[in-house]
């Protein structure tokens, strides 16, 4: 399968810069490229070993001509500004290549824009001659795509040289390297109308919190105005660039750079044409605000002035790696003496809502944190709604844990037919530091936020296991019951808010980390991937059918998936991808025997062209509809089946009631049963056919699935084949009677395997306990993404030890949901981290898991500011008042003899005396009693205290008994 198109000028300038290399390896390196541009190859990826001497030659030529590409890029960016290099930049490669257009996607050429913002020294500047200038901005361009390739080959190659020869081997370090790649802007990291959407919701949610958020309307007017300008100024120096420059014209419609060899020198009329168009890509702020609406132009003018770039902000990497901060990330908008210019439009076209993640990171944002991860949940429950419309759906369900006074939530779940799909939404960013490919800071951010969710999840899903069945109570008071013997297996769904790229498909990389357990296989998506899955997948069998699909890719951790987009994309366009590879298993079964073969494990790459063939089109037409204000209702999304294969699945799921059965027909391509001439099976003869991995049995009417079963030709089949379906031939036409998985199937045996097991929780023997120790421990430093929660905290005005201990214990909502008139920040911290800590180690319990309500919390500062308890007792309370939630806790603080001095001992003195009065004992009587007599009387009154009031405090009690007995009747009161 192919290469994207958009990834062809890269592979093509990989081979141009590898090709004109003298080492050996680099003409291979070179070779393998122009194979992965059409096609990949047939067999595993991995051949006989290089030598090493080979791999070190490689590795010395590569570092050469990185410095002297560094050397030449610092000398050309002294000849032009940065301003000039983007919108150079913006005129090349701003078209889509394939949709032959001008869009708002990320440009061709975004890493190199921003990694020349990374080093360019000033924004804008009158240096040097027009000419000059625009080869300068041009050759700048061109030495940091040259840059680029020399780094990522010489990272591979010093891995290679490091790494045994095995696939383990060159995984180490992957995640970095993977991170260090993935994090700048190379693609839209959202579908757009996706994106917007809940940027939208969000922006909504936090206002009505009383915060000011920058309106996103005026997003789409200005995109509008910016693109329409730029098509007309593209479009025309691409015309004109023909008649100009002909060899240039060529290079620039194929999005290459490198097949010029050497330094460029532009013709005069070249660059003339050139610095004429550039200037032309900057925007005065009338022509930005043409039709727009004077409400909108407000609004037009915040965002601008939010996302301006500060020139103090370039140049920082001085060293030129290849692991940059962009500036332009997070301030787009370039400010000139003729206008603005907005460097990468895709930021607000496909990464808004990471660009707003970057404005609140600034401020004070604890609304927004709250906000975001409140969308985050709903939206995820309501996404599953509009799937499951006929399934059981709790949002934010609560249970009690193993010990006295754990209640645990879950964010949500969905019970349909024999399934269910645990929701555990994480709203946290992977931190800066982590997206720079800081090994040590991704491994703690992903354990916060990938790990921690599939903590909560498998928590849940081992206690149903274990206890047979578990009571959910939603927050409305609905109530669920989770039944194992209803409940076949559970899927484990945990939507994001960050887009963590092809990382989520490497799950191999987290197995080893620790941040997930080995064999576990969640679906782990950002929360607009899910929105695309619920809009492509929109039938409950559709979408248990691509869950199970995906299950058994990335259960083999030598097939190379690039990211979910591309599974999706395989799914929807009909492949059959273990066929394929089991096709070609079998066709290089000879090469994997030689000795160079043996102790390694072959590695097969899955194409990266599905999503662009099979979901980009209608994904481009239903925004642009949308954007547009015209109804997309009738615009069908891409399917895996028609719609008279998606029926009779339907039909044979509601006669049948076997969703396994039912998700193998819907996961298998569409098979030649439907030929003109069906086969003519006879009684006890059923007619075999194999197709790749599936066989297909049809049988005769009369005869019984479970008779062909058990038929020799079939058993055998069952031995050998991933697939087998059962079809019945009535009346010339192929009917569906069963599915189910061979012994080639990566599950094959699920039904004798445990719950847990079936639901691809992996091997938690030793990951559980460990996870769960390191999950709550105050000894851990923080992660950086808890450092930032920490830093936001401090600027709301918390203190620095309060801060690290709400963020070290992920109690940064709950510490908010406590916050009111009454109660300030600091107290609620304090609050928490004391007294309710407290509690929680008492109870062995995690604070976040202890059900303590903020109100039951509430309730009780408000008894400390009346006076009617001392503040110390709060720990106490609260522990009697998990044994009694429904009991009013000043009647619990009464009972238990909590109350403050004066109001304690009186309710005492009147339980005493009601306690005598039932005895029938008068006390004046009592001094006329014998000593033995006397103390019998005190044991018969505590005795029936202590019996009928269980929470007062006996010592108290023995104490106030004394002096109200020694004193007579006329003791009112102890001590009176």
């Known amino acids: ?114 990694f020349l913002a990374s080093l360019s020294p000033r924004i804008e500047g009158d240096r040097r001659t027009k000419r000059r200038q625009a080869e300068a901005a041009f050759n700048c361009l061109r030495l940091a795509r040259q840059h680029r390739i020399l780094s990522e080959n010489i990272g591979l190659a010093k891995r290679y040289i490091d790494s045994d020869g095995t696939l383990a081997g060159m995984h180490k370090g992957a995640l970095r390297t993977q991170l260090a790649v993935e994090w700048v802007s190379v693609r839209g990291s959202f579908d757009t109308r996706y994106d917007w959407a809940y940027s939208r919701r969000l922006a909504d949610r936090i206002t009505k919190r009383g915060v000011h958020h920058p309106s996103i309307d005026a997003i789409p007017a200005l995109l509008h105005n910016v693109m329409h300008q730029w098509a007309r100024v593209i479009n025309r120096f691409q015309s004109e660039l023909a008649d100009v420059d002909g060899q240039l014209y060529l290079t620039v419609r ?272 950002s929360i607009q991937e899910l929105n695309l899955m619920a809009d492509i997948l929109c039938t409950p069998l559709e979408f248990i059918a691509y869950l199970d699909y995906r299950e058994q890719i990335l259960a083999n951790p030598a097939i190379h998936v690039a990211d979910e987009g591309e599974l999706l994309g395989n799914f929807v366009g009909g492949n059959d ?20 073969w043996r102790n390694r494990q072959a590695a ?103 008779q062909v079963r058990r038929l020799p030709r079939v058993s055998l089949a069952r031995t050998r084949m991933r697939h087998i379906v059962y079809l019945q031939v009535k009346d010339g036409q192929l009917h569906f009677r069963h599915a189910e998985a061979g012994r080639e199937h990566p599950f094959f045996g699920d039904a004798n395997k445990q719950f847990t097991d079936r639901s691809r929780l992996g091997d938690q023997s030793m990951w559980f306990p460990d996870f769960a120790r390191r999950r709550h421990g105050s000894h851990r430093a923080l992660t950086d993404v808890q450092a930032e929660e ?57 604070v976040t898991d202890l059900s303590v309500t903020p109100e039951l919390i509430k309730e009780s500062l408000r008894l400390v500011r009346r006076s009617e308890i001392d503040r110390g007792v709060i720990p106490e309370l609260l522990r009697i008042a998990i044994h009694e939630p429904d009991s009013s806790l000043e009647l619990l603080a009464q009972n238990a003899g909590l109350l403050a001095a004066t109001t304690n001992d009186v309710i005492i003195m009147a339980s005493i005396e009601s306690a005598l009065k039932n005895l029938g004992i008068a006390s004046e009587e009592f001094e006329l009693l014998t000593s033995k007599q006397q103390k019998k009387v005190r044991n018969r009154v505590l005795g029936h205290l202590r019996a009928s009031s269980q929470t007062l405090n006996m010592a108290s009690v023995a104490r106030i008994l004394e002096v109200h007995l020694s004193s007579g009747s006329d003791a009112a009161a102890p001590g009176g």
């Open 1 to 114: 399968m192919a290469i994207q198109a958009q990834d062809l000028p890269y592979s093509q300038d990989a081979q141009a810069v590898l090709g004109r290399m003298k080492s050996p390896q680099a003409k291979v390196s070179a070779g393998s490229l122009r194979n992965y541009a059409f096609e990949a190859p047939d067999g595993p990826i991995r051949g006989e070993n290089p030598p090493a001497q080979e791999m070190a030659d490689f590795v010395a030529e590569l570092g050469s001509l990185l410095n002297s590409t560094t050397r030449d890029l610092r000398q050309e960016l002294e000849a032009t500004t940065l301003l000039d290099c983007l919108t150079v930049g913006i005129l090349l490669g701003q078209d889509d290549k394939a949709l032959r257009m001008v869009t708002g996607s990320p440009n061709t050429f975004t890493y190199e824009m921003e």
């Open 254 to 525: 194929q999005h290459t750079l490198l097949d010029l060899p050497g330094h460029v020198r532009l013709k005069r009329r070249t660059s003339s044409l050139l610095m004429k168009c550039c200037q032309r890509l900057i925007i005065g702020f009338e022509d930005l605000l043409a039709g727009v609406s004077p409400l909108d132009a407000g609004k037009l003018s915040e965002w601008l002035d939010l996302l301006t770039l500060d020139s103090a902000n370039i140049g920082k990497n001085v060293d030129a790696g290849d692991v940059f901060d962009s500036p332009l990330t997070a301030a787009p908008v370039i400010a000139t003496r003729r206008g603005y210019l907005i460097s990468l439009v895709h930021i607000f076209s496909t990464e808004l809502s990471r660009l707003l993640e970057r404005i609140f990171a600034r401020a004070p944002g604890l609304h927004y944190y709250r906000a975001r991860g409140e969308e985050l949940e709903e939206s995820a429950v309501a996404l599953l709604r509009t799937v499951f419309s006929d399934s059981t759906i709790m949002h934010s369900g609560k249970y009690p844990g193993d010990r006295p006074g754990e209640l645990i939530e879950v964010d949500g779940i969905v019970l349909w037919h024999d399934v269910a799909i645990v929701i555990e939404g994480k709203g946290g960013y992977l931190s800066a530091r982590s997206r720079r490919g800081d090994e040590a800071s991704a491994i703690g951010d992903y354990r916060d936020t990938v790990g921690d969710g599939f903590f909560q999840a498998s928590r849940l899903l081992q206690k149903l296991e274990r206890d047979g069945n578990v009571d959910l109570t939603g927050k409305s008071g609905g109530k669920i019951t989770l039944d194992c013997r209803a409940i076949r297996r559970a899927y484990v769904l945990i939507p994001t808010a960050d887009q963590f790229g092809g990382i989520l498909t490497s799950l191999d990389l987290f197995w080893r980390a620790e941040i997930l357990p080995p064999g576990s296989i969640p679906l782990i998506v």
């Open 577 to 596: 991808v273990l066929a394929e590879i089991h096709a070609k298993v079998g066709s290089f079964s000879y090469e994997q025997s030689r000795p160079e």
């Open 604 to 706: 097969y790459f899955i194409g990266t062209d599905a999503q662009q063939t099979y979901l980009n089109p209608w994904i481009i037409r239903s925004t642009q509809m949308e954007l547009a204000g015209v109804d997309t209702t009738g615009l069908e999304p891409p399917r895996r089946h028609g719609a008279a294969h998606r029926a009779e699945v339907e039909r044979h799921f509601v006669v049948h009631k076997d969703l396994p059965a039912a998700s193998i027909l819907m996961q298998l391509p569409d098979l030649p049963w439907r030929a003109e001439t069906p086969p003519r099976p006879r009684r006890g003869y059923p007619a075999i056919a194999v197709l790749a991995d599936t066989c297909l049995v049809g049988f005769a009417v009369g005869d019984k699935v479970a």
């Open 790 to 846: 920490r830093d936001t905290l401090i600027r709301a005005g918390l203190p620095h030890s309060l801060a690290a201990g709400v963020s070290r214990l992920g109690l940064v909502n709950r510490v908010l949901d406590l916050v009111d008139d009454d109660i300030s920040l600091s107290q609620a911290a304090d609050t928490y981290l004391t007294y309710v800590r407290n509690v929680a180690d008492a109870a062995g319990v995690a």
